[in-house]
């Protein structure tokens, strides 16, 4: 057993020093929420760093996403993966949407485009794809059947904060994008997330819709939630976003040992860069063929754990499979998507990941 356990992720996060300087106005403001000085000042820096029109910040992604549905007021069927969080398929859910689960490619996980039109029907509203462990959806494509079929597209972009496809950057893309920034994530304001948008009425319906759809002192015009931002959240976003680009590049690094490492292996699917995408590395997934590589996912998540070093199952299950959804979908329908969920380990991976530690946790995998 090593004497330091390594966990699956590890925040980034500035000095104290920094992010002391950066809330002392909060005390001579006393403004902690309600879209104070430093909600105001992120918001700006963000739209500049992305490169997008609009962007409205929120409490966290999932509330952004579950709004942003909610912006639209969708009516039916909406196209989505299985292949995600728990977040994406109950924000559709919540709205009173019907969920229908579209298969993922196996080269990056992302939905299978190729599939996608056989799924719409005269029900069909929208397109929810997800950006999958900072790899993108086929954007140009989807934008095609959306165009054809007179659909929404929703991006679930909660992986995918700074990745750029041919120089734009991914929350340019459909008719809104939500991205998370939770602690784990490769940018991260503590808790919280955001929607980006072309469209001018968005930057309105959102800002009221997460605060509660209260239109004035005196109309309230919507049934809406209360997932403002607080000041202190949007202080530690001002002090990450200075460091960001140093961050990715670092997670670079990580991701290049493990490809030097376990790419070509036998048995061992890692997943290659994208032509004409500027990458995150916000995650490590490696696929376990335990008919070829001689040992289960679940074997090697075992093995790793007993040396201390945590990966995770991610994602597994699938969302199709849920408890709370039992019996009214099924796996079976998307079996790509489920044949890579029960071998998929998203291996440690963070910007202060020693490459000693990389060659440690490869060492373990491919011990025989």
Known sequence: MSKEPILVTRSSMPTMEEFIKEIEPIWDTAWLTNMGPKHQQLEKELIDYMGVEGLQLFTNGHMALELCIQAFKLQGEVITTPFTFASTTHAIVRNN???????????????????????ITEKTCAIVPVHVYGNMCNVAEIERI????????IYDAAHAFGVKVNGVGAGCFGDASMFSFHATKVFNTIEGGAVTFSQPWLKKELYN??????VDAEHVGEVGGNAKMNEFQAA???????????????????????????QGVAGIAVTSEQAGIQ???AYFPAVFDETVFGKTRDEIFEALAEENVFAR???????NSYDCYKGTYSVEDTPVA????????TLPLFADLPLADVDRICDIILKK
């Open 146 to 153: 959306a165009k054809k079929h007179n659909l929404k597209v």
């Open 209 to 214: 819709l997460k605060n509660f759809g209260i």
């Open 236 to 262: 530690m976003g001002i002090c990450n976003l200075r460091h960001v680009d140093t961050e990715i590049a670092k997670r670079k690094a990580v991701v290049e040992r493990y490809r030097s490492r376990l």
């Open 313 to 319: 199952k991610y994602f597994y299950p699938l969302t």
């Open 279 to 281: 990458s995150n590395y």
């Open 338 to 345: 489920q044949w890579v969920a029960k071998r998929v380990l």
């Open 97 to 119: 949407l019907t969920p229908v689960f579209c298969d993922i490619n196996p080269q990056d996980y992302t939905m299978d485009v190729t599939k996608l039109e056989s799924l």
